[in-house]
């Protein structure tokens, strides 16, 4: 099964949601605001200056115009993780767009976000202050590895493909037999496409599945 569910907006805008996380879309003719129930979303954002885009997680609202990024809310932290463009993040009352600069003093310390930031939000505080870094491509991709990617691999070992298949998917995938694992093949599939997964080594290289009792699925040569 697919680890999340991916969506369009009416404005264009696309939302990927990872299992289990809730949104509400509240758009008006001003303002493209989308309520974090909980769990986490990634957004591709469609431009639009003249209205802004606005993620509410609780008391914590990321603002931006056209921009990629990704919410992660729990009971007392939200964070946020911006891979492209620039997104604000500030208090839920505060004003979305140029009235932001005029907003009063808000119980979530206003900060903006650039590419490659990350900022934590304890929710809980009396003051909220954004905690900034910026993170590796590594760590990056490591914190979006429930995001469906597509795997496009050439000449590479079965052992490779595998380990790539595993840092985006639930699913989990062996090869214990060592040869097998050093097998090359070319493949290109979606990180969450199991099924055609499986059904590409078994019609094109002879590989069965075999499902164990944890649920891990293992590969053997037939």
């Given at each position: ?22 949104i ?142 595993n ?31 499986v ?7 002879a ?16």
């Amino acid at each position: 099964p697919s680890p999340c569910e991916k969506h369009t907006l009416p404005d264009g805008t696309t939302v990927e949601l990872n299992r289990g996380a809730e949104i509400a879309v509240e758009f008006s003719a001003a303002l493209r605001r989308v309520r974090l129930v909980h769990g986490e979303a990634s957004f591709v954002v469609a431009k639009d200056v003249l209205r802004p885009f606005v993620v509410g997680a609780g008391a914590v609202e990321a603002c931006a115009l056209g921009t990629v990024f990704n919410v992660r809310r729990e009971s007392a932290i939200v964070e946020v993780l911006v891979t492209e463009g620039v997104v604000r993040v500030q208090d839920s009352a505060a004003p979305a767009g140029p009235a932001a600069q005029a907003a009063p003093a808000a119980r979530v310390a206003p900060a903006v976000l650039t590419a490659g930031q990350h900022a934590i939000l304890t929710v809980d505080s009396p003051v909220v202050a954004a905690v900034v870094t910026t993170l590796s491509t590594v760590e990056i991709d490591r914190r979006l590895a429930w995001q469906p990617r597509l795997l496009d691999f050439d000449d590479a070992p079965l052992s490779e493909i595998v380990a790539a298949f595993n840092r985006h998917n639930p699913v989990r995938f062996r090869v214990p037999d060592p040869a097998l694992a050093g097998r090359r093949m070319t493949a290109a599939f979606r990180s969450d496409n199991v099924e055609g997964f499986v059904r590409l080594l078994a019609g094109s290289y002879a590989i069965h599945a075999e499902t164990e009792a944890d649920g891990a699925i293992s590969f053997r040569q037939r």
